[in-house]
């Protein structure tokens, strides 16, 4: 049967403690394969091979037709572990928000025009003084060698490949230096404040060390959300000695919270006099707060409730961006994360406003499916789903992605 990469010390994980990442990662990859009942292709892939283990071009047809995420999401399924597939895909209380998020976009259509030139379409977006290759950004993601043994590496790596912005977070396994040094990868960090801020300090200058220009201060966590399904898995994992959080390695100090109840808005200013970091404040859902992210000068905000995995009943991301862009004004980049599953999604929360997108769960399951590959293939679909309906809909660039294309109904 498949590996358990459940929580460390399952009965499976004790024969696999001593291995190499790398190689339990091989052994992960055809154990699925003879799954599925394609052994063969253990030959074809060539993400991680063993010596002696040749790719076969001639087999590559073979590959299984991922024809969107929802595939990698049914692959990751087979391969993970319950508490990881639980973890992953859960949110708080009845997971209400985590499916609003998804359906809300159901509710917009998109009014495509007709007769426009598309032979070429340019996904090119600037942000924060950088111009990226497209708008699809990474979410941050806590504890991703739960889903793989190469974890955030992998994703990482996925992410300079293809050419999208990754986001690392404060709870990352691997340490935001290990990432940026294996993968290359340009990164933004993401920030839980602890209740020290002497810790606080650290964790920025591990970030800047490390090459990140933009911090994204997560403002939707000063508890943690009230997680039903995997019930005690993020308290096990916060505690791991085996899935270590990377970035805290030798400075949090015992008893000190990766949360902090006591934040306020007073935590901007402390970050301008602490780092040189861009400020992008994740977690704004309403109108009022989008002012005040203005009124304290942050340089972004990203619009999410957390994937669904904080406050049960929060409206759908979509649902809350109009009111934020108009409060906005365009003064700065306002990006949207949550329920984005498709290029069409992805359109259309461009067109109501947002500057970019993050996706959280969609390549945490080609990460669970097939390490680096499938991140890579989890990109690769959804640009090339938004890339396709751009055309479709006459709009050959990002800033060509208006509020006249689509319609609430
Ligand atoms: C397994 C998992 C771990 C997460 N860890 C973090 C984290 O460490 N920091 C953070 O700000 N958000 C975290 N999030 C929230 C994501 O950044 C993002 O807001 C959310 O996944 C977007 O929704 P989507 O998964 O529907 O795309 C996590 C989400 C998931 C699914
Ligand atoms: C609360 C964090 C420790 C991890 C996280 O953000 C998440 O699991 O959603």
């Given at each position: 049967m498949l590996l358990d990469f459940s929580l460390p010390g399952g009965p499976e994980n004790k024969k696999m403690e001593n291995l190499d990442p790398y190689l339990k990662a091989e052994i992960q990859r055809r154990k699925f394969l003879e799954w599925i009942g394609l052994s063969s292709l253990a030959l074809t892939l060539p993400a991680i091979s063993l010596p002696g283990c040749t790719t076969s071009p001639?087999?590559?047809?073979?590959?299984?037709?991922?024809?969107?995420v929802f595939d990698l999401e049914e692959m990751s399924g087979k391969v993970m572990g319950k508490d990881a597939i639980d973890y992953l895909n859960g949110g708080a209380d009845d997971s209400k928000t985590v499916k609003a998020n998804v359906e809300a976009y159901q509710r917009i259509q998109i009014r495509a025009r007709r007769l426009?030139?598309?032979?070429t379409i340019s996904t090119k977006v600037e942000l924060f003084g950088k111009t990226l290759d497209n708008p699809i950004i990474l979410s941050p993601v806590g504890f991703q060698k739960f889903f793989h043994p190469e974890g955030e590496i992998a994703s990482a790596k996925a992410s300079v490949k293809k050419k999208h912005q990754m986001i690392v977070s404060s709870?990352?396994?691997?340490?935001v230096n290990e990432i940026a040094t294996q993968s290359q990868a340009d990164l933004w960090f993401q920030l839980y404040p602890t209740t020290n801020r002497e810790v606080t300090k650290k964790l920025l200058e591990r970030a800047e060390k490390a090459g990140c220009k933009v911090c994204v201060l997560t403002?939707?966590?000063p508890v943690i959300g009230?997680?039903?399904?995997?019930?005690?898995t993020l308290t096990k994992l916060i505690n791991s000695k085996e899935l270590k959080m990377g970035n805290y390695e030798g400075i949090l100090p015992e008893?000190?919270?990766?949360?902090?109840?006591?934040?306020?808005?007073?935590i901007i200013a402390w970050l301008r006099a602490n780092c040189n970091m861009k400020i992008v404040l994740k977690g704004i859902v309403t109108r009022e707060d989008a002012a005040l992210a203005l009124e304290y000068g942050a340089d972004g905000i990203i619009v999410s409730n957390h994937g669904g995995r904080q406050?049960?009943?929060?409206?759908?991301t979509i649902d809350c961006l109009p009111e934020i862009v108009e409060e906005i004004d365009g003064k700065i980049p306002v990006l949207i994360d949550g329920g984005i599953r498709r290029g069409t999604d992805i359109f259309k929360a461009l067109a109501l406003g947002a500057t970019a997108v993050c996706i959280g769960r969609p390549f945490c399951w080609g990460l669970g499916a097939l390490g680096q590959e499938g991140v890579e293939i989890a990109l690769d679909i959804l640009k090339g789903e938004l890339v396709r309906d751009m055309q479709l809909a006459g709009a050959?660039?990002?800033?060509?992605?208006?509020?006249?294309f689509v319609i609430r109904i």
């Amino acid at each position: 049967m498949l590996l358990d990469f459940s929580l460390p010390g399952g009965p499976e994980n004790k024969k696999m403690e001593n291995l190499d990442p790398y190689l339990k990662a091989e052994i992960q990859r055809r154990k699925f394969l003879e799954w599925i009942g394609l052994s063969s292709l253990a030959l074809t892939l060539p993400a991680i091979s063993l010596p002696g283990c040749t790719t076969s071009p001639d087999k590559a047809e073979e590959i299984p037709d991922f024809k969107n995420v929802f595939d990698l999401e049914e692959m990751s399924g087979k391969v993970m572990g319950k508490d990881a597939i639980d973890y992953l895909n859960g949110g708080a209380d009845d997971s209400k928000t985590v499916k609003a998020n998804v359906e809300a976009y159901q509710r917009i259509q998109i009014r495509a025009r007709r007769l426009i030139d598309v032979s070429t379409i340019s996904t090119k977006v600037e942000l924060f003084g950088k111009t990226l290759d497209n708008p699809i950004i990474l979410s941050p993601v806590g504890f991703q060698k739960f889903f793989h043994p190469e974890g955030e590496i992998a994703s990482a790596k996925a992410s300079v490949k293809k050419k999208h912005q990754m986001i690392v977070s404060s709870v990352s396994n691997y340490s935001v230096n290990e990432i940026a040094t294996q993968s290359q990868a340009d990164l933004w960090f993401q920030l839980y404040p602890t209740t020290n801020r002497e810790v606080t300090k650290k964790l920025l200058e591990r970030a800047e060390k490390a090459g990140c220009k933009v911090c994204v201060l997560t403002v939707d966590t000063p508890v943690i959300g009230n997680r039903e399904r995997g019930g005690t898995t993020l308290t096990k994992l916060i505690n791991s000695k085996e899935l270590k959080m990377g970035n805290y390695e030798g400075i949090l100090p015992e008893g000190t919270g990766i949360d902090d109840p006591g934040l306020t808005w007073e935590i901007i200013a402390w970050l301008r006099a602490n780092c040189n970091m861009k400020i992008v404040l994740k977690g704004i859902v309403t109108r009022e707060d989008a002012a005040l992210a203005l009124e304290y000068g942050a340089d972004g905000i990203i619009v999410s409730n957390h994937g669904g995995r904080q406050l049960e009943s929060l409206r759908s991301t979509i649902d809350c961006l109009p009111e934020i862009v108009e409060e906005i004004d365009g003064k700065i980049p306002v990006l949207i994360d949550g329920g984005i599953r498709r290029g069409t999604d992805i359109f259309k929360a461009l067109a109501l406003g947002a500057t970019a997108v993050c996706i959280g769960r969609p390549f945490c399951w080609g990460l669970g499916a097939l390490g680096q590959e499938g991140v890579e293939i989890a990109l690769d679909i959804l640009k090339g789903e938004l890339v396709r309906d751009m055309q479709l809909a006459g709009a050959a660039s990002i800033e060509k992605i208006t509020r006249d294309f689509v319609i609430r109904i």
